[in-house]
């Protein structure tokens, strides 16, 4: 019979053992309760008006001591609900008089001695039912007899501390089936390559891998700098599992990649391949695997990529998410008071569902040893801060193991937003690339841009749509921005190297941002130098023709540039970028003599310079008429309700004069040609009420009639509000499903998460 102490096990996690195993025993399905809902109850089993109700109780921390001292309180809901069989399952071992003492707290009458099941009696059910225990794997993995043969395996090679520390981490665990497409990998191809960005749990994947082979007899090789060690120790006839963390990293990191590194890496897979008794577990940073790649053609054509197993975030469920966390919470050395600070309000689930979550962050914010110098009550702002910038997961990769043509890429893709087309990309990246490697004097190769997208992607960016690409996590962009803030040249590089427009806006919207003093103050001290590329994109023309004919616009328009002109002119106060302010005018102008006005761009430069109040007045203001009187002119010949508010707002209506005249007969086009198709569009409630307060809006400052519109807005909204009300009882149970699951899935996370507050006691 086992002899499992189930310590190994969280109290979610012995619940379900506890349903698998009495299922198969019983011979019927169990119905679950989750923790902390059910009143006193945690499984059930009913048949007509017999009703079979299974307690689970844990007590890691407080064993016998802890459940006895509850039982008090059971006995009170278990004569509440009054059922016909109740069955307590623990994982506390119990003696007969234990078991005697229970029932009598209990009451005899609804607690038979023999319906209490011990760790004892557990483990007799285990033993009698072999596939569950084969199936909750954390349950033998992590047991401590598979310990002690782990470690009488790992002592024979000196793993010995390893595969204690693989212990600890086991019982955090969460299976995903990338566990095991791994042991198949290992089964078939006798090697596998765990590949992934960092952070997502690469090294634990392979842990428990080693782990699990050690359990079978293997012995375990740890290679530590090349796999000339591995070789070294490889003996045919015995089982040996080989294990390489980082193998790209130790072997090809930055731009060391000889050919005798790929040759010896090589012929070692080989003769694991080769060796019925061999295993090889290798893990590596997508993006150092794929700068490997590029820089080896014997690796490129050795198909390493049909042996890898990649790990992405999305390939967490918000379930698999929530149990990842609560792991880590429930074996974790945290205080009790800061676990309460994350189940208060159930703060964890602002944890669990946000876009930059990753298991290397729960491991951060769960280690109490990282938290020593943040006090109880500011736990949740730290929790906060590090969700919202987690950037220091990618620093390392990003200043250690990429070369200057990967980080050129990255670069690139900030200044275009992280996400663009490649062709795109491409151009982006030369004029960036090669002033960098001058600045900076790295040399350059040709195919510079295909090996930097080579090594970052899958790792720091991914394939998006046809031919582009996107930052593959929004932490990458925290780890630009961060780059750019701590070492604030790169800001001026990305400038230096644009070559359109959008670029110095994207770099000016961070310096701007909160935490963009550095910025600023490099800009401002090497005004001199961005000011030309400034000059140069500002007159770049917008126009673009198609191949098979017609055009498109491309970037922002002469009026956005202008404006973002004005202000870093009034933000730097660097007469080299004042000097800017006359040429971007004159461009402007020059457009405006083929182009309309964009009049809520315009809208936008009149209110920058209205702002500028460090500029020269003598120049600032007759620029500033002169758009507002070519924005007043366009309005007239027609525009939206939108824009016409936007105009009012930079327009004095108290003053009767030739600007209201305008803004008057703007409305009366408004009405004529845009107000049916405005209203037309409406697509919400929400919308509606915008309309109808533009309305309001001109009545009070232009002294217009609206009455007519405003009863046929409201005419429309009433019918727009009954068909959505028709539609909704139309969808309404589908929607109702929908949000069923969702707020069970809610439900059902909340309840495990009860858990840890029980389990506190």
């Known amino acids: 019979m086992p002899e499992y102490d189930f310590h190994q096990l969280s109290s979610h996690d012995l619940e379900v053992l506890t349903r698998d195993l009495l299922q198969v025993h019983w011979g019927f399905d169990i119905e679950s309760f989750k923790a902390g809902r059910d009143g006193g109850i945690d499984l059930r089993y009913a048949v007509g008006p017999s009703k079979t109700i299974i307690q689970v109780k844990h007590y890691l921390r407080t064993g016998l001591t802890g459940l006895m001292r509850d039982l008090e309180l059971e006995a009170v809901k278990v004569r509440r609900l009054a059922p016909s069989r109740y069955v307590l399952v623990t994982s506390v071992p119990l003696s007969p008089a234990n078991k005697d003492a229970i029932s009598g707290i209990i009451g005899t009458e609804y607690l038979k001695p023999q319906d209490i099941i011990g760790a004892e009696g557990l483990n007799n059910l285990i033993g009698q039912h072999p596939d569950v225990e084969g199936r909750h794997y954390k349950l033998w993995l992590a047991s401590r007899g598979v310990l002690d043969r782990v470690i009488h395996n790992a002592a024979r090679t000196r793993s010995e501390f390893k595969a204690r520390q693989v212990y600890e981490q086991v019982r955090r665990y969460v299976a995903s089936d990338a566990y095991t497409r791994a042991l198949e990998m290992l089964a078939d191809q006798r090697v596998v390559i765990i590949a992934g960005p960092p952070g997502v749990g690469k090294t634990t994947l392979a842990d428990l891998l080693l782990y699990a082979h050690l359990e079978q007899g293997y012995q375990a090789v740890l290679i530590q700098r090349d796999v000339e060690e591995g070789e070294k120790l490889f003996q045919p006839g015995l089982r040996q599992v080989f294990y390489f963390d980082d193998f790209m990293g130790a072997t090809f990191a930055g731009d060391r990649v000889h050919s005798s590194n790929d040759r010896a890496l090589l012929h070692f897979i080989a003769m694991v391949r080769a060796t019925p008794d061999a295993r090889l577990v290798l893990t590596t940073r997508e993006h150092v695997f794929a700068q490997a790649l590029g820089r080896s053609e014997r690796l490129r054509h050795a198909g390493l990529d049909d042996l890898r197993v990649i790990l992405n975030m999305p390939n967490y469920t918000t379930r698999q998410r929530a149990h990842i966390l609560y792991n880590h919470l429930y074996f974790?050395?945290?205080?009790?008071?800061?676990?309460?600070?994350?189940?208060?309000?159930?703060?964890?689930?602002?944890?669990?569902?946000?876009?930059?979550?990753?298991?290397?962050?729960?491991?951060?914010?769960?280690?109490?040893?990282?938290?020593?110098?943040?006090?109880?009550?500011?736990?949740?702002?730290?929790?906060?801060n590090l969700l919202r910038d987690p950037s220091e997961i990618w620093h390392h990769a990003y200043e250690q193991e990429i070369s200057e043509a990967g980080r050129s890429v990255l670069l690139a893709m900030r200044t275009l937003g992280g996400q663009c087309g490649g062709r795109v990309l491409e151009d982006a990246f030369g004029p960036l690339h090669a002033h960098r490697a001058a600045r900076y004097r790295f040399s350059t190769r040709p195919d510079d841009f295909r090996a930097g997208i080579r090594e970052v992607v899958n790792s720091f960016i991914k394939p998006w749509?046809?031919?582009?690409?996107?930052?593959?996590?929004?932490?990458?962009?925290?780890?630009?921005?961060?780059?750019?803030?701590?070492a604030p040249d790169n800001a001026v590089d990305m400038i230096e190297g644009a070559t359109h427009f959008g670029q110095i806006e994207q770099i000016w919207s961070l310096a701007k941002a909160e935490q963009g003093g550095n910025i600023l103050a490099a800009l401002k001290r090497e005004s001199h130098r961005i000011a030309g590329s400034i000059a140069r994109l500002a007159r770049h023309r917008r126009r673009v023709a198609l191949e098979g004919g017609g055009f498109v616009y491309f970037g922002p328009t002469f009026e956005q540039r202008l404006a973002i002109i004005v202000e870093m002119a009034e933000r730097l106060g660097a007469p080299a970028i004042t000097a800017l302010i006359p040429l971007g005018y004159e461009r402007l102008i020059e457009?405006?003599?083929?182009?309309?006005?964009?009049?809520?761009?315009?809208?936008?430069?009149?209110?920058?310079?209205?702002?500028?109040?460090?500029?020269?007045?003598?120049?600032v203001t007759p620029m500033r008429n002169a758009v507002l009187g070519a924005v007043l002119e366009e309005a007239r010949t027609g525009c939206r309700s939108d824009e016409l508010r936007e105009l009012l707002g930079v327009v004095d209506t108290r003053d009767a004069g030739r600007e209201v005249v305008i803004a008057r007969e703007s409305f009366a086009t408004y009405q004529r040609r845009y107000f049916s198709e405005e209203l037309s569009e409406c697509r919400s409630r929400e919308q509606y009420s915008g309309l109808i307060e533009d309305l309001e809006?001109?009545?009070d400052e232009l002294g217009v009639d609206v009455d007519t519109m405003i009863q046929r807005v409201e005419e429309e909204s009433a019918n727009?509000?009954?068909?959505?009300?028709?539609?909704?009882?139309?969808m309404q149970d589908e929607w109702k499903e929908r949000s069923r699951m969702e707020r069970d899935d809610d439900r059902s996370i909340s309840d495990m998460f009860e858990s840890l507050r029980r389990d506190q006691a």
């Open 591 to 619: 457009e405006w003599g083929t182009e309309r006005p964009e009049i809520n761009d315009a809208i936008k430069l009149i209110r920058a310079m209205d702002a500028a109040v460090s500029l020269p007045a003598d120049s």
């Open 465 to 486: 749509g046809q031919q582009g690409f996107e930052i593959i996590d929004p932490s990458v962009l925290d780890l630009l921005n961060a780059v750019a803030r701590g």
């Open 697 to 699: 809006l001109f009545r």
């Open 332 to 384: 974790s050395d945290l205080p009790e008071v800061y676990l309460e600070e994350l189940l208060r309000g159930e703060f964890y689930m602002r944890i669990v569902k946000h876009e930059k979550f990753n298991p290397r962050l729960i491991e951060w914010l769960s280690s109490y040893r990282r938290l020593t110098q943040v006090p109880v009550e500011r736990y949740r702002g730290f929790v906060d």
């Open 720 to 730: 727009f509000e009954e068909y959505e009300d028709q539609y909704a009882d139309h």
